[in-house]
């Protein structure tokens, strides 16, 4: 896929994409950070209850759980995870 920018100003192409590649290279971090943070939550919940978060979440979102509170938090663990994993994986398929 190619993405054509419009850029307002009297920039360089270097210059853009200098702050284009900074920007998404702070992303990188922020996203490796994020992945990190909730991976961490969700083995936590997966060693509690003894099972993984792929079917934890298959489980949940068809009802067939509890709604324990540590549930809701799992739920948002993993979404945030899943979330975050894609927005990497975004990130690093973007070539300038």
Do not use: H
């Amino acid at each position: 896929m190619t993405l054509t920018l419009d850029i307002k100003g009297d920039f360089t192409p270097q210059e853009v994409s200098e702050v284009i590649f900074e920007a998404l290279d702070l992303n990188e971090r922020v996203a490796k950070f994020k992945i990190k943070k909730y991976s961490g939550i969700c083995e936590n919940f997966e060693k509690k209850y003894g099972i993984n978060s792929g079917l934890f979440m298959e489980r949940f979102e068809a009802g067939k759980i509890g709604d324990e509170d540590g549930f809701f938090d799992w739920y948002a663990a993993k979404r945030g995870l899943d979330i975050w994993n894609k927005r990497l994986e975004i990130i690093r398929a973007i070539d300038i």
